[in-house]
């Protein structure tokens, strides 16, 4: 493996490899969006129809974020690894092999499904050598580079389908699925920790039981849960607003919406600066503080009956700034808390970001009404989720001290479940 020393500065080929495997998801997802016009006059299907290949394959990856957690507890985090990179790369050949639209989507649903492996693995693998010490740092980086899946898969996945057609996009995608299992077959060993193997007695559902019984661990995964929301409540949202209402291209929404990106990728490395200087949860509040003030800044400017791009967009980039201040230190909160059982926590994070995203960008949907009213809704009750929850862990966390400092018993509850 590449040297990474437990509790040890980060290391960058190390990074490297897990950034690798964090990028598959992503990659199932946005590197197909360009496809799916063709798709739809390939197979003769309706619009409905083709966004089944996206639709269904995300809701399969969330999913396997849980199983993906919890076997590798019992498993091991190398076996899940070769697993998932192993059912990307062959989910990419048959889809890239497809002859009907049925056959397309059960290879995507395969290759979504392997794709999962890469959100909850990188972080876990990252806890495992790192420890907490570093884990702030690792995973901002991390996230930093999760992060540009959304900015560059979709125009290379456009090139691709320009020039070759829509099969070469699941070609690509299967051949750098092989390239990441080679690589991580070759130097990525078992890191998972003795503690950890203790815990393969438990049921799974006891797992779930004590980590969703440690108030800490579920404040932490909630509030990574309402910063999703936000995201995509406003991204969702915003699409709609700047082409039917403000009537701007496809083209101009796509150069705006780039400041959701670079806020995101900027905070994540104010984080991964900041390392274990400041608290997590002091910068959980801080994120949390900074998203609910531009959200609430937003509604303000539309209620008063601004709008204009830059008023979806400018909060828009406070927001995701917000975000990548918070997320790699709830994250590592959690990871802390969860213990042992940092996989199985590691797939409950990952899987109600998820949700949060599904959530909140489906509650715009519902309420949509050709206004920018049901976007500040949305957005506005996804962040008030993401403080509130922000804000208990930080009390806790004050309890906690004041317990200590009174030469009681800390009051916070157990970091392992």
């Known amino acids: 493996m590449a040297a990474a020393r437990r509790g040890g500065q980060p290391d960058r080929l190390f990074l490297a490899i897990l950034a690798a495997l964090t990028f598959i998801g992503p990659l199932s997802l946005h ?42 507890d019992r498993l091991g985090r190398r076996t899940m690894v070769l ?36 959100l909850v693995l990188a972080r876990t693998i990252a ?21 540009t899946a959304p900015m560059i898969a979709p125009p290379l ?20 699925g092989v390239a990441i299992l080679i690589l991580c ?17 438990r049921s799974v559902v006891g797992d779930y039981a004590a980590l969703f019984g440690n108030l800490r661990f579920s ?3 909630f509030q990574s849960c309402g910063m999703s929301g936000v995201f995509f409540a406003m991204a969702t949202g915003g699409a709609f607003l700047m082409r039917e209402l403000l009537g701007r291209s496809a083209a101009e929404y796509g150069l705006y919406f780039m400041a959701f990106p670079a806020g995101y990728i900027l905070g994540n490395l104010v984080s991964g600066r900041l390392g274990n200087r400041v608290r997590v949860e002091a910068m959980v509040l801080a994120g949390g503080a900074l998203v609910a003030v531009a959200a609430a800044g937003q509604a303000g400017l539309i209620l008063a009956g601004a709008l204009t791009p830059l008023v979806i967009f400018l909060p828009g980039f406070v927001i995701t700034f917000g975000q990548g201040i918070s997320l790699p ?18 797939g409950i994070g990952v899987f109600l970001q998820m949700c949060g995203a599904s959530l909140f960008s489906q509650l715009y949907g519902e309420l949509a009404d050709g206004t920018p009213i049901p976007m500040v809704i949305a957005s506005s009750a996804a962040a008030a989720l993401s403080l509130g929850a922000a804000l208990l862990v930080f009390v806790l966390r004050r309890a906690q001290d004041d317990g200590s400092a009174g030469g009681g018993p800390a009051r916070a509850v157990s970091r392992r479940p």
Not at 157 to 176: E, H, I, P, Q, T
Not at 194 to 201: D, K
Not at 329 to 346: F, H, I, K, P, V
């Open 31 to 72: 590197f197909f969006f360009p496809a799916l016009p063709t798709i739809k006059t390939r197979f003769g299907v309706d619009a409905a129809t083709a966004q089944l290949t996206v639709s269904l394959p995300m809701l399969a990856m969330a999913a396997m974020t849980l199983a993906y957690g919890s076997l590798s």
């Open 83 to 118: 697993s998932g990179t192993a059912l990307f790369a062959l989910g990419g050949a048959g889809a890239a092999l497809a002859n009907s639209i049925e056959t397309l989507l059960l290879w995507r649903l395969l290759q979504s499904a392997g794709g999962a492996c890469g």
């Open 127 to 147: 806890r495992d050598v790192y420890g907490t010490d570093q884990l702030v740092r690792a995973i901002a980086y991390l996230q930093a580079a999760y992060a």
């Open 157 to 176: 996945g456009g090139f691709l389908v320009d020039v070759s057609g829509w099969r070469a996009v699941m070609a690509v995608s299967a051949a750098a």
């Open 185 to 201: 077959h070759a130097t990525l060993h078992e890191t998972r920790p003795p503690e950890s193997r203790a815990a393969v007695g």
């Open 219 to 221: 404040a932490f995964v």
């Open 329 to 346: 230190n709830a994250q590592t909160g959690a990871l802390r808390e969860a213990g042992a059982l940092a996989g199985t926590g590691a």
